[in-house]
């Protein structure tokens, strides 16, 4: 069987940060191995506060779990500290790990600042170089370019700025023309615009989803380009069937 790793922030509601991208690996047939970047408490309507895991015991995690099983793909979301964002970049350079997806995560669908001061530098200038794919939404693809995005044609500027960073593909999520949501992706050679219709109201990890199913597809032998096909679909599909559990935003089917 493949597996995929996600490395991301722990979410006690199970809609978003790592539980969510293991439910999302076993939907397509991928075992799902995880190690905590950061703990939160928080529920459907916000994030009261964050702790990330100490930095000895997460090297600890890293070594043992890479000593035994290589996983086939991997995806970071929430990694919250500095100095983590260097300890997993060092671990896929030192266990030549592949398929990494980088979900840039910067601030929560409530608000919060899911990352340290200089964290999302070191995310730029140590993961993107590593990735086979980063998966901004609109908001971090400014922060990264400093553009201010606009349209289309502002994403497909931020798109190839974004590439010039190192990653081999990118793909800018969050995009709204008049009756669809608009991913745009971009790998050195074309465009291409991935269009869903929008479905109304606020929804609980969708990038998380979206990055995990990314990493899965790739762990399974699938194109990026595939994978992010697939990634749409299966999201689109989750929205669709997303329930309230909470008095806050909607958990996704997955």
Excluded at 138 to 163: C, H, P, Q, W
Aim: aromatic fraction near 8%.
């Amino acid at each position: 069987m493949k597996s995929a790793l996600t490395i991301a922030g722990s979410d006690p509601t199970g809609g978003a940060g790592l539980q969510a991208d293991l439910k999302v690996f076993r939907a397509f047939g991928v075992h799902g191995l995880s190690i905590p970047a950061a703990l939160t408490a928080q529920n459907t309507s916000g994030i009261e506060r964050i702790s990330p895991v100490d930095r000895d015991f997460f090297l600890v995690q890293m070594d043992e779990l890479l000593g035994d099983i290589r996983p086939d793909a991997l995806k970071t979301g929430m990694v919250y500290s500095e100095w983590a964002v260097g300890v997993i970049a060092e671990m896929i350079r030192q266990y030549s790990l592949a398929n990494l997806v980088v979900d840039p995560v910067t601030v929560s669908s409530s608000g919060t600042s899911l990352v340290e001061d200089r964290t999302l530098d070191m995310i730029r200038d140590e993961f993107f170089p590593l990735a086979r794919v980063i998966t901004p939404n609109i908001y971090e693809a400014s922060v990264f370019t400093g553009l201010n995005i606009e349209g289309e044609k502002d994403m497909k500027e931020a798109a190839l700025r974004l590439k010039e960073m190192g990653p081999e593909t990118v793909v800018i999520t969050g995009g709204h023309l008049e009756r669809f949501t608009l991913d745009l992706y971009y790998d050195g050679n074309a465009f291409h615009d991935l269009e869903a219709s929008k479905i109304p109201g606020e929804y609980h990890g969708t990038g998380c989803a979206f990055s995990a199913a990314i990493a899965a597809c790739l762990a399974s032998g699938h194109t990026p380009l595939e994978s992010v096909r697939k990634a749409k679909e299966f999201v689109t599909e989750a929205i669709r069937k997303a329930y309230h559990l909470g008095r806050g935003m909607g958990l996704l089917y997955l």
